[in-house]
């Protein structure tokens, strides 16, 4: 990257962090936080002399980085389980109205004609729009121009999917420590109790084989 023009590291790491620290939660996705984890810990492992001069004041502010994503990744995780959970739901229903109007147990009593059938799902579909739609905060006359919120997309399958961002996380610090031992340092003592705190449940996580 510096290569390209000199400073332009410095560039990228700054909006990336800016990212990573938001409040508005501007890496939502499972995949966004785990990519993220896993570039942070790939720069962890770079030996001292092959980062940037630019870059490295602040390169211990990458520990504190990664934490403030690991404190948010449980969450994305339950969001994602809970969408996924929601449209297998949606998946049954719809599966139990094919059955109920196609009639394929043949009992008289359950047959429905095709104009029933047909009111029932617009009136559920109907029902089940307005639902979501009074759970979403209207934002638009806070900021028209924001941009929508990035949703998770579960028919899409990565590499990353296969990763354990704990397991990472710890090998690479490991790494940190052994090569670059005053970068270490200044790392895990400018944490404040909270990110020690949420270091070490890290490292716990990093030996449990279902995370």
């Known amino acids: 990257m510096e290569v390209?023009?000199?400073g332009s590291a410095r560039v990228f790491f700054d909006k990336w962090f800016?990212?990573?620290n938001s409040e508005?939660?501007?890496l939502p996705r499972v995949h966004d936080k785990k990519l993220s984890i896993v570039a942070l810990c790939s720069l962890l492992e770079l030996a001292p002399e092959a980062v940037p001069e630019s870059l490295r004041s602040g390169w211990h502010g990458i520990v504190g980085g990664a934490l403030?994503?690991?404190k948010d990744l449980p969450k994305a995780i339950a969001d994602r389980k809970a969408l996924e959970d929601e449209l297998a739901d949606e998946s049954d229903d719809d599966e139990a109205l094919d059955d109920k109007f196609l009639n394929?147990?043949?009992d008289d009593e359950d047959v429905w004609d095709e104009d029933s059938a047909y009111l029932e799902l617009l009136a559920n579909e109907g029902a089940r729009l307005r639902e979501r739609s009074d759970s979403v905060e209207d934002d638009d006359d806070d900021d028209e121009s924001e941009d929508e919120d990035i949703e998770e997309e579960l028919g899409y399958f990565s590499a990353l999917d296969s990763v354990n961002p704990y397991v990472s996380f710890k090998q690479a610090l490991t790494t940190f420590q052994m090569q670059n031992g005053p970068g270490y340092q200044?790392?895990?003592t400018s944490l404040?109790?909270?990110q020690q705190t949420l270091l070490m449940e890290v490292m716990r996580l990093a030996d449990v084989p279902s995370v």
Do not use: C, D, P
């Open 104 to 106: 394929l147990e043949g």
């Open 68 to 70: 403030r994503i690991f």
């Open 24 to 26: 508005k939660n501007l």
């Open 18 to 20: 800016v990212a990573i």
């Open 4 to 6: 390209t023009a000199a």
């Open 186 to 188: 200044a790392a895990t």
């Open 192 to 194: 404040s109790v909270e």
